[in-house]
């Protein structure tokens, strides 16, 4: 997958909640770090989630090397230089169940926010599906969360119409979307064995693109 400014910055703003009342000069200097790395390599540090990642410095590390920018790149996601842990939650499941995030640490995790409503969410669910399916027994693990409001309805059928077995969860009030700072939908954050954040990313990405592969392998392997 090449660099698409408009998928990566995610330029058409889907999902981007009306109720967002935060300087626009702020959500400016975070998609800029976003762009410059993408484009340059070029790290820039920013404090852009200040619930989550209050001294965090987006792209990669002195450590890092050229290939391993690469995978990142090739999938427009910006890396997190000295990885801060994510941030634990409790969410419902779809079937009433309570589930942390904590409780699938030791497995590498593709969280990724969305809603039936986003049609870029909608696109790439299958691909995802397919990663998880190729990957989801070497400890991969998909968490989908859903924003939707209301009852779950909506949800169910649309995870049972395309035969989704990755773990979903409901987030009708809003509170871990706005807790991870998200501004657009859909939104997706790599997180390691350790429950550290790796890198994050606006916009549908090909889930089940050879780029996707390498990545989810990659980190996998514990390198990444």
């Not at 801060?84 to 926010?113: C, V, W, Y």
């Not at 409001?149 to 049972?160: H, W």
């Amino acid at each position: 997958m090449r660099f698409d400014p408009k998928v990566v910055l995610a330029s058409r703003v889907e999902g981007l909640s009306p109720r967002d009342r935060r300087p626009r000069g702020h959500r400016l200097i975070v998609l800029s770090a976003l762009l410059l790395f993408l484009v340059t390599g070029t790290v820039l540090a920013v404090s852009p989630f200040e619930d989550v990642f209050s001294h965090a410095v987006w792209g990669p590390s002195p450590q890092t090397s050229t290939s391993e920018i690469d995978l990142f790149r090739k999938m427009s996601f910006l890396p997190l230089a000295g990885r801060t842990e994510a941030a634990n939650f409790f969410l419902k499941t779809l079937d009433g169940q309570n589930r942390s995030l904590s409780q699938d640490k030791g497995n590498i995790i593709l969280m990724n926010f969305w809603a039936t409503w986003c049609p870029p969410c909608i696109r790439e669910m299958p691909a995802m599906q397919r990663a998880y399916d190729k990957f989801k027994d070497r400890g991969f693990q998909i968490i989908a969360i859903s924003v939707d409001l209301g009852n779950s309805d909506a949800v169910r059928k649309f995870t049972e119409s395309l035969k989704l077995n990755f773990q979903v969860l409901l987030d009708p009030e809003n509170r871990v979307k706005q807790a991870y700072r998200v501004r657009a939908l859909p939104t997706t954050y790599l997180i390691d064995r350790a429950g550290r954040v790796v890198a994050y990313g606006m916009g549908a990405r090909e889930w089940d693109s050879e780029a996707a592969f390498d990545l989810i392998a990659h980190l996998l392997k514990g390198k990444g």
